[in-house]
Antibody, heavy 123, light 106 residues
Framework: EVQLVESGGGVVRPGGSLRLSCVASGFTFDDYGMSWVRQAPGKGLEWVSGINWNGGSTGYADSVKGRFTISRDNAKNSLYLQMNSLRAEDTAFYHC????????????????WGQGTLVTVSS | DIQMTQSPSTLSAFVGDRVTITCRASQTISSWLAWYQQKPGKAPKLLIYKASNLESGVPSRFSGSGSGTEFTLTISSLQPDDFATYYCQQYYSYHSFGQGTKLQIK
C-alpha cells in the first residue's frame, strides 16, 4: 500500500523555525517528484513547494520563497520542509504528496496524499 | 501565475441529481488539470487527471471534460457519499488550485 506519513508539526512563535518530515512507503520513492501542499483550517488548498526525483530541481510558491526549503533523502524514503521566519499566515495543515506522472518531475497531479501535520504560528 | 476559478462556490442538490462544477483557468493549460474530492478531516482524494481520465477505483458516475481554459466535473447521479468539497488543480505551470466547491445535500 502506498503511504505517506508526515510529522514535525507543532506550535511555534512568529519568526521561529520548524522542520517537517514525510516518510514514504509502498513505492519506489526516487522514481517520483514530491510536493508539499498546505490548507489553513477551513480554507482551500495551496501548493507550497515541489522537488524532482533527485533534488536537482525545486519550486516554491511566492508566499514562501526565501523562507522555506524543500529537500529529500532517497536513501531514507523521506521528504522534508525546512520552514524559517514563520508567520501567522503559515498556520495550516501541511500535506506531503506524490506527483502522479511518475517521470521524476514534481509537476503533475497529486496522488496519494498524507493526512497532514498541523503547524500553528502564534505568540 | 495561473489563477483557477471554480463555480459555483456552493451547490445544493438532491441524491440522484446530475451536477456540474466548472473550473476556469486564467490562461490556457492544455489538458493539465486534475479534480479532487475532500471530506471533512480527510486528505484530498484524486478523482480525475489530465482533464478527463478517471483515476482507478473512482466510480464511473464521475467524469471530467474540457481543455484550454474551461473545464467541468460532472457527477451523473449523486450518491450520499458524494457530498463533499471539490477542487480543481492545474499543473501546466507550477501548481494552483481553485477555491473549492462545497456540494451540500438539499
Amino acid at each position: 500500500e502506498v503511504q505517506l506519513v508526515e510529522s514535525g508539526g507543532g506550535v511555534v512563535r512568529p519568526g521561529g523555525s520548524l522542520r517537517l518530515s514525510c516518510v514514504a512507503s509502498g513505492f519506489t520513492f526516487d522514481d517520483y517528484g514530491m510536493s508539499w501542499v498546505r490548507q489553513a483550517p477551513g480554507k482551500g488548498l495551496e501548493w507550497v513547494s515541489g522537488i524532482n526525483w533527485n533534488g536537482g530541481s525545486t519550486g516554491y510558491a511566492d508566499s514562501v520563497k526565501g523562507r522555506f526549503t524543500i529537500s529529500r533523502d532517497n536513501a531514507k524514503n523521506s521528504l522534508y520542509l525546512q520552514m524559517n521566519s514563520l508567520r501567522a499566515e503559515d498556520t495550516a495543515f501541511y500535506h506531503c504528496t506524490r506527483a502522479g506522472l511518475g517521470t521524476g518531475n514534481y509537476l503533475g497531479w497529486f496522488d496519494p496524499w498524507g493526512q497532514g501535520t498541523l503547524v500553528t504560528v502564534s505568540s | 501565475d495561473i489563477q483557477m476559478t471554480q463555480s459555483p462556490s456552493t451547490l445544493s442538490a438532491f441524491v440522484g441529481d446530475r451536477v456540474t462544477i466548472t473550473c476556469r483557468a486564467s490562461q490556457t493549460i492544455s489538458s493539465w488539470l486534475a479534480w479532487y474530492q475532500q471530506k471533512p478531516g480527510k486528505a484530498p482524494k484524486l478523482l480525475i487527471y489530465k482533464a478527463s481520465n478517471l483515476e482507478s477505483g473512482v466510480p464511473s458516475r464521475f467524469s471530467g471534460s474540457g481543455s484550454g481554459t474551461e473545464f467541468t466535473l460532472t457527477i451523473s447521479s449523486l450518491q450520499p457519499d458524494d457530498f463533499a468539497t471539490y477542487y480543481c488543480q492545474q499543473y501546466y505551470s507550477y501548481h494552483s488550485f481553485g477555491q473549492g466547491t462545497k456540494l451540500q445535500i438539499k
